[in-house]
């Protein structure tokens, strides 16, 4: 009862293609590479928009000390 054997994986697999279909599997897997890659697109902007902020925040401060 501790693992399953490999006639159950061979089983799950046989439902899980009835169920999305050769085809849809790595449609999905290509939807999930994307995202991932999006993910750390997103989170490599999140760590420089700081270091923009600050600039624009500067400039802003030495309008104001000018005018």
Same mark, same amino acid.
């Given at each position: +009862?501790?693992?399953?054997?490999?006639?159950?994986?061979?089983? =799950?697999? =046989?439902? =899980?293609?009835?169920?999305?279909?050769?085809? /849809?599997?790595?449609?999905? +897997?290509?939807? =999930?590479? /994307?995202?991932?890659?999006?993910?750390?697109?997103? +989170?490599?902007?999140?760590?420089?928009?700081?270091? @923009?902020?600050?600039?624009?925040?500067?400039?802003? @401060? @030495?309008?104001?000390?000018?005018?």
């Amino acid at each position: +009862m501790g693992s399953f054997s490999i006639w159950h994986w061979l089983i =799950v697999l =046989v439902v =899980v293609l009835l169920l999305f279909g050769r085809g /849809k599997i790595p449609e999905l +897997m290509g939807d =999930v590479a /994307k995202g991932i890659k999006s993910f750390k697109k997103g +989170m490599g902007e999140d760590e420089s928009a700081p270091a @923009e902020t600050k600039t624009v925040e500067s400039k802003a @401060e @030495e309008a104001k000390d000018r005018g």
